[in-house]
């Protein structure tokens, strides 16, 4: 991109569409008049749920939350089918929401932003996909999703594998046929626990690779009932602006009660009641210091170890499933449908890797220390470079030249999770150092979406070009995450959170653990104040705000 010569001039690239670029781009087209263009890797739009069509790919959020409160009528019209929608119905919404806004129309499909630099001559950005466009905007914004690079670990012999493989995270859309076949699952994390049941039900024998048990809390999705939500769409205004206010960006009103201030008996009670009802609840709902006090977490940790030995009938395969080296809520809490009972099926065989770990994969199947596995399709459940990877993959560079990655070396450095020094008009939704993850994201999309728009439109009354993050106040956010992260159950576990699941990448915990309300009134704060932490210009010279 040394010499460039845009094919057009806009005033706003944004990159996805999933739930981040559907709602950036209205808010920029329909609300502030602009004019944007969309590049969308994919044939349509969805983003993680374009992508990630695996067996029992289904939402951790409850369906009436798990969606746009922008637009109220949107919000009465659509049908939820019940607790926890599957992928098939969130991309029959996006697709909905696509079309109720004309959303498409600005969309380029099937196209990758390769490459995205800032010219300070021009105070512009200069932007090339891989169909060859040459565009340039004032402002770049990502809507690119924290878990959208797919990780395949580098086994030896990968490439040598006779049968079918595939990745969760890039399935394909006509499905896979598991009918008769034996099937190896490499990974327990968030898609492992959710495809295994469904195709254990459909393979003929299903290999289980584990290397790290999980803590997983039942999902109950057959607990509601239309009437309730019904009811939900009564009370929406009220019911959204809790979750906005809230930890997890959830409706769940904040508990006061200690797991160590009551009897074993009453924190027994409680502990089974929230396990009854399933999901979320269990961790926001039971007692507020499971996540933060390890004797707390100790009680709720050997709770659901209790239950794991109750449900498997095995004692030695229930024993390899008790997660024994991490807290509960260190890692990511899963939410589960029939996951521990899928182990008392005949069919099904656990591998445990951490104590016999995989040698190679060979090409008629697996092979750890223990022998060899014998496999027509491999599921590869490996997970995602979280938070940074997608933008690695992106020649994103700011003033003189330097690159985001490299900027990112040791960690991704930003201001509120939106911005980074150094890169001016460059707008992140739900990047590394916002609560994104932590949190139900259509909340912190939209908290997000209507922050980045409100600072663009401040920007377009006042007549002002640029707008960059302060290094100082980058720093003082960066040490600011870790000094919360620091304070939870979050440092004690090797997670993607932290990336541990890359090989050489640095450890650093990446979202924002304080929670989506505490977040929402920083932000407010950094806006009520003439966006502090921000320089703010007409251009050079740069004239602080």
């Known amino acids: 991109m ?51 069509r695996y067996p029992g790919a289904r939402c951790d959020s409850e369906s009436y939350m798990y969606c746009f409160s922008f637009d109220k009528q949107l919000m009465q019209d659509w049908e939820w ?87 969760t995270g890039a399935w394909p859309h006509g499905g896979v046929n598991f009918a008769g076949k034996r099937v190896g699952v490499i990974g ?25 048990p999980q803590f997983t809390i039942p999902a109950r999705h057959h607990t509601v009932d239309k009437a309730f939500l019904d009811g939900v769409k009564k009370d929406y205004d009220a019911i959204y602006e809790k979750a906005r206010w809230s930890n997890g960006g959830l409706p769940i009103d904040p508990i006061e009660r200690s797991a160590l201030a009551v009897s074993d008996e009453e924190r027994l009670a409680v502990y089974e009641a929230a396990w009854k009802e399933g999901g979320f609840k269990f961790l926001f709902g039971s007692f507020f210091d499971i996540g933060l006090d390890r004797r707390a977490n100790d009680t709720a940790s050997e709770f659901i170890r209790s239950k794991i030995r109750e449900i498997v009938k095995d004692p030695d395969v229930a024993e390899k499933l008790v997660p024994v080296d991490h807290p509960f809520t ?99 939704i739900t990047g590394p150092g916002s609560p994104s993850v932590l949190s139900n994201m259509p909340v912190s999309i939209e908290q997000h979406v209507e922050w980045i728009s409100g600072a663009i439109a401040h920007m377009n009354e006042q007549g002002l070009v640029v707008i960059e993050a302060d290094e100082s106040a980058e720093k003082e956010w960066v040490a600011h995450v870790n000094e919360v992260a620091e304070q939870t159950m979050f440092m004690l576990a090797d997670s993607w959170y932290l990336g541990a699941n890359i090989p050489n990448k640095p450890r650093v915990f990446m979202p924002y653990p304080g929670g989506v309300g505490a977040y929402r009134q920083k932000c407010n704060e950094v806006t009520e104040a003439g966006y502090t932490g921000f320089t703010i210009s007409k251009g050079e010279p740069a004239v602080a705000q």
Not at 13 to 28: D, E, K, P, Q, T
Not at 32 to 43: F, P, R, S
Not at 194 to 205: F, L, R
Not at 378 to 400: E, H, K, L
Request: proline share 3%.
């Open 2 to 52: 040394e010499s460039f010569t845009a094919t057009q001039d806009l005033d706003a690239v944004v990159i996805g569409s999933g739930f981040a670029g559907l709602y950036m781009n209205y808010r920029l087209r329909e609300q502030l008049g602009m004019d944007t263009q969309v590049y969308e890797a994919g044939d349509n739009v969805g983003g993680t749920w374009y992508w990630n």
């Open 81 to 167: 089918s019940g607790k926890y929608p599957e992928q098939p119905e969130i991309l029959r919404y996006l697709n909905h929401v696509a079309d109720r806004f004309d959303l498409r129309r600005n969309t380029q499909f099937n196209t990758r932003v390769i490459a995205a630099h800032f010219n300070e001559a021009t105070h512009r950005w200069e932007i090339e996909t891989d169909k060859g466009d040459k565009v340039t905007a004032k402002f770049l914004i990502t809507g690119i999703g924290c878990l959208s690079s797919g990780q395949i670990p580098n086994i030896a012999g990968r490439d040598t594998f006779q049968g079918e493989s595939y990745h």
């Open 188 to 212: 327990t994390g968030s898609s492992g626990v959710q495809s295994i049941p469904v195709i254990a039900k459909q393979a003929d024998h299903l290999y289980v690779f584990q290397r790290t």
């Open 330 to 428: 260190s890692k990511r809490a899963l939410i589960d449908t029939d996951y521990f009972d899928t182990y008392n099926r005949d069919n099904v065989t656990l591998v445990d890797i951490r104590h016999a770990p995989i040698q190679e994969i060979t090409p008629k199947g697996i092979r750890t220390e223990d022998g060899e596995y014998e496999l027509d399709i491999i599921v590869f459940a490996t997970g995602f470079d979280a938070m940074t990877g997608t933008f690695n993959r992106i020649d994103i560079q700011g003033r003189d030249g330097e690159k985001l990655k490299d900027k990112w070396a040791a960690g991704p450095l930003t201001y509120l999770g939106v911005t980074t020094a150094g890169f001016p008009n460059f707008f992140m």
